[in-house]
């Protein structure tokens, strides 16, 4: 079993910055991926950003130059700087991450959700 711990939403003025945490625990498995997506009320669930163990990155449109996702390998978690921010970011943001167990297939665990929310 994989447990998520997101931190470091909250309230921030437009043009402001924020950092996301989030860390997996648990044992007998590897990380594949780990990444935030975020859901704004009425829509639905999209990717922020996304790190793979390779160390590649993908981050959803609307955030490229903004937002910065990077990892610490030795604790098992993941940043999301978020600079500049606009009234358009305020949602949940989840942590997902896709694990692959000892012996099993891929798994994927998110979140409970922190919320962002930017003041025009």
């Known amino acids: 079993q994989v447990q998520l711990v997101e931190s470091g939403g909250g309230l921030v003025q437009a043009g402001g910055s924020l950092k996301l945490s989030c860390a997996a625990s648990?044992?007998?498995?590897?990380?594949?991926?780990m990444g935030w997506y975020r859901q704004a009320p009425g829509s639905q669930r999209e990717l922020v950003a996304r790190?793979?163990?390779?160390?590649?990155?993908v981050y959803g449109d609307s955030v490229k130059g903004r937002f910065t996702i990077s990892r610490d390998n030795a604790k098992n978690t993941i940043y999301l700087q978020m600079n500049s921010l606009k009234p358009e970011d305020t949602a949940v943001y989840y942590c997902?991450?896709?694990?692959?167990?000892?012996?099993?297939?891929?798994?994927?665990?998110w979140g409970q959700g922190t919320q962002v929310t930017v003041s025009s």
């Open positions: 648990g044992s007998g498995f590897s990380i594949n991926a």
């Open positions: 790190i793979f163990s390779s160390g590649d990155t």
């Open positions: 997902n991450v896709v694990v692959r167990p000892i012996g099993a297939p891929l798994s994927s665990y």
